[in-house]
């Protein structure tokens, strides 16, 4: 990675073996988009709690426009009711913002923050903006596939959007076609993320968190990193982790190709 022109941060786990790998997974970054995993988790588990139904309507208010409004926020009106079941989709399938407003509106960030420390993912604010680590992120999907195997009724109703996500950048391009996974992409300001499950023969909880690094550089260097882990993960179910991921083989495959 010495070659890579920003700060970075990568979390893996095997979910066959639990086993992870941990590359400046506690740095925190402004989580971008990721941070609409934990919302939909948190709004999952107030519904499972019985406390707001899925159907249940929420106002749209002018607190909640962050432009560009796109899909149904285009000719939206202030007033107009939208169920959390429609809010939690658009959230992670099409990463909008004005969705992901409406629900921690509802909900009340401070509530979702303290559940994130309660499952090992905390979410934290600074100078008014959000904060997580790599390792945070990866709790979340940790969460999201243990819940998908002891309640998949009702965790396939963030599961299925999360397959529909429109994004195919970044992760999703470092895997063949056809590869079964799930994951949300996130970009601020100069933060390039994107944090997934991937089902392949062995599958894996992947995130990598960017800082600082040109958007074409960063999406590049995901791109291959999924690529080599995929490759690595697929090739043998007895390879080991820690010997395979050594700082030399992330600077090969993070840092900027040469030709």
């Known amino acids: 990675m010495a070659d890579f022109p920003g700060e970075y941060s990568v979390a893996l786990e095997d979910l066959l ?3 992870r790998w941990l590359h400046n997974a506690d740095r925190l970054y402004h989580p971008a988009s990721t941070v609409k995993v934990p919302v939909a988790l948190y709004a999952l588990e107030q519904y499972r709690a019985g406390k707001i139904g899925w159907g249940d309507l929420i106002e749209y208010t002018e607190a909640d426009v962050e432009p560009p409004l796109t899909g149904a926020f285009e000719a939206a009106e202030f007033g107009d009711l939208y169920p959390v079941q429609d809010l939690v989709h658009w959230a992670l399938a099409y990463s909008d913002n004005v969705a992901v407003n409406m629900l921690g509106r509802r909900l009340g960030w401070g509530n979702i923050e303290r559940w994130t420390e309660t ?4 979410l934290t604010h600074e100078d008014r903006l959000p904060r997580a680590s790599a390792l ?26 999360l397959l529909a996500a429109t ?4 992760i999703t391009a470092g895997l063949p076609d056809g590869v079964p996974h799930m994951h949300k992409h996130g970009s601020y300001e100069g933060s390039y993320h994107d944090s ?8 894996y909880i992947l995130v990598v ?3 600082g690094a040109p ?11 999924s690529a080599e882990i995929y490759r690595v993960m697929t090739a043998s179910h007895s390879t080991p982790l820690v ?12 840092g900027p190709r040469k030709e």
């Open 136 to 161: 945070s992120v990866l709790q979340w999907w940790r969460h999201l596939h243990v819940l998908s195997l002891e309640d998949p009724e009702r965790a396939s109703l963030i599961v299925r959007p």
């Open 243 to 254: 010997p395979v991921w050594s700082a030399d083989a992330l600077q090969t495959f993070v």
């Open 196 to 203: 997934a499950i991937v089902y392949a023969t062995r599958p």
């Open 119 to 122: 499952i090992g993912g905390r």
């Open 215 to 225: 958007l074409e550089e960063a999406d590049a260097a995901i791109a291959r990193l």
């Open 209 to 211: 968190l960017t800082e």
């Open 167 to 170: 994004y195919r950048g970044r």
């Open 17 to 19: 073996t639990g086993q």
